[in-house]
């Protein structure tokens, strides 16, 4: 079983001095991905099942944080950043977005309809309904794509 870890490691790419996970993390999370039980792993690596549990716990903070860190530095650099302020109508956003698109002449790759569900899905709770709960700051990269973060 550590023997198909490594080899998923080895297959995907995966360098421990690049990545934000370490070697073990990168492991168990290769082999959970394969359907491999917590205590199946570990097993194989010769620990407990509370420690892999850990591992993967940690593991998929760490993935979190990176993801966090992407969209912040994406949101940097979006030429368009549209602020959704708390207590606006899903249905107006798409306008906003349109407009300050245009402004800036660069194309969104989304209907209006797919725009709200696009923000909608990435806002998690601070859309609830029809209504931003949270302020919101949309960005759009120069190629076109949406990137939404809550505001502080």
Known sequence: MIEDAEEILEEVGFDPEASVLTH???????????????????????????NV???????????????????FAEALRAPVRVQVEAGTDLYDVPE???AACDEAGVKVEYTAPDLMKVVS????D??????????????VTSGG????????
């Open 53 to 71: 549990s850990s591992v993967e716990g940690s593991a998929r903070d760490n993935l979190e944080r990176a993801r966090e860190t992407i969209a």
């Open 96 to 98: 906003a977005v349109y």
């Open 24 to 50: 073990r993390q990168a492991q168990v999370l290769a082999l959970r991905e394969r359907g491999f039980s917590q205590a199946s792993i570990a097993d194989a690596l010769g620990t407990s099942r509370a």
């Open 126 to 139: 601070a859309v609830t309904g029809r209504q931003v709960a949270t302020d919101l700051v949309v960005g």
């Open 121 to 124: 899905d990435a806002a998690g």
């Open 145 to 152: 794509s949406v990137r939404v973060r809550q505001s502080d």
